[in-house]
């Protein structure tokens, strides 16, 4: 569950620093997803942060799993609205 703590723009900078391209997005349920394309160590080190998230932030969990290469994502890594 995620509220007013800038969670999205902290995982877009994150992955923005580590060269990664993708999205992260609030679920309907609370959630957030990230969906992250790059290099074994560099996934490994945005969950590292994702797991610590921002200053003003809580994270109780982060749940990782391999997903299919999904090309329109190739080429940045956005904020996307209405999951």
Do not use: C, H, K, W
């Amino acid at each position: 569950m995620v509220q007013g703590v800038g969670y999205r723009y902290f995982a877009r900078t994150a992955a923005r620093r580590l060269g990664l391209n993708g999205y992260v997005r609030n679920l309907r349920d609370g959630r957030v997803e990230v969906y992250a394309i790059g290099s074994a160590d560099d996934l490994e080190a945005l969950r590292r942060g994702l797991e610590r998230g921002p200053q003003t932030s809580r994270v109780s969990s982060v749940d990782a799993e391999n997903a299919g290469f999904e090309s329109q994502y190739d080429g940045d890594f956005s904020i996307e609205y209405d999951a």
